[in-house]
């Protein structure tokens, strides 16, 4: 797909760091202008590694009233137009589903499923005007079995890879296609954090394949839905685990 993206443009939120920040890097590689969305400053020094032109930094809180269609209004500006969305923000707050705080299941199904609706919705606007758009929502396993202390995430994975499902249906007569990545553990910062000492070497022990995932490896699984070769494939959650689901 060398070049394939090259008079794209892509927006990625969460692109500072984790699995955005291996999505952007992906498209910039492939010719893309990227528009990176994320809270943390580092975004702009982010932004600034990657090759080609036209990429834009936009430091935001997804959660804020009004951010996402104020992010997709500048991205517009910027760029003209909009031809992927990757949602890759998210949040991973965890406790059992005894002891969770209200404030923990709000704030993780406020980013992970409310933004991602509402950065899906601004940018399918602008998609379906056009005719044509590419939406990729990070979802994970845990939107299909149960993991120990993961209620709200679990809970907000499994409702993206719904609502994934319904805007593919509405939207796909535009041009525009809507799937839901599902990865395992990758080794991100967020993954290590959740994933520290034996529960994560319990966990590895349960993957078929003995490890954690790479950021690289959802990124290229990213760039192939957007890909003008995946235009039959929508509404799907595709399950990137090694294995894990299956035993």
């Known amino acids: ?8 443009t892509v927006v990625v939120t969460g692109a500072a760091q984790g699995i955005g ?6 498209f910039a590689a492939e010719g893309a202008a990227v528009i990176g969305v994320d809270r943390s400053q580092a975004l702009q020094e982010t932004l600034g590694a990657l090759p080609g032109s036209g990429h834009h930094a936009i430091v935001a809180d997804l959660c804020e009233a009004g951010a996402p269609a104020r992010i997709i209004a500048e991205a517009v500006a910027v ?24 404030d923990a299941w709000r704030k993780s199904l406020d980013l992970n499923l409310t ?19 590419r939406i990729v929502n990070l979802a994970s396993q845990a939107s299909v079995v149960a993991l120990d202390r993961h209620v709200a995430y679990g809970a907000s994975k499994a409702a993206v890879v719904g609502m994934t499902k319904v805007l593919a249906a509405e939207w796909a007569r535009s ?39 790479q950021p690289e490896e959802i990124a290229g699984l990213i760039g192939y839905l957007a890909s003008e070769q995946a235009a039959m ?3 799907e959650n595709l399950i990137i685990d090694g294995g894990y689901t299956i035993v």
């Not at 920040?21 to 992906?26: C, E, G």
């Not at 933004?115 to 758009?133: N, P, R």
Request: no cysteine; charged share 15%; glycine share 14%.
């Open 1 to 8: 797909m060398a070049g394939q993206f090259t008079g794209r």
């Open 21 to 26: 920040q291996a999505a952007a890097a992906w």
């Open 79 to 102: 760029a003209g137009r909009i031809d992927v969305l990757v949602n890759s923000a998210g949040a991973a707050l965890l406790d059992s589903a005894l002891d969770i705080s209200e």
């Open 115 to 133: 933004a991602t609706f509402l950065m899906s919705q601004a940018a399918g606007k602008v998609m379906t005007a056009a005719g044509y758009g």
């Open 175 to 213: 041009g525009v296609t809507v799937n839901a990545v599902s990865p395992t553990v990758v080794e991100t910062e967020l993954g290590r954090q959740a994933w520290a000492g034996e529960p994560g070497r319990r966990m590895r022990g349960q993957i078929p394949v003995g490890r954690f995932a």
């Open 233 to 235: 494939i929508t509404g």
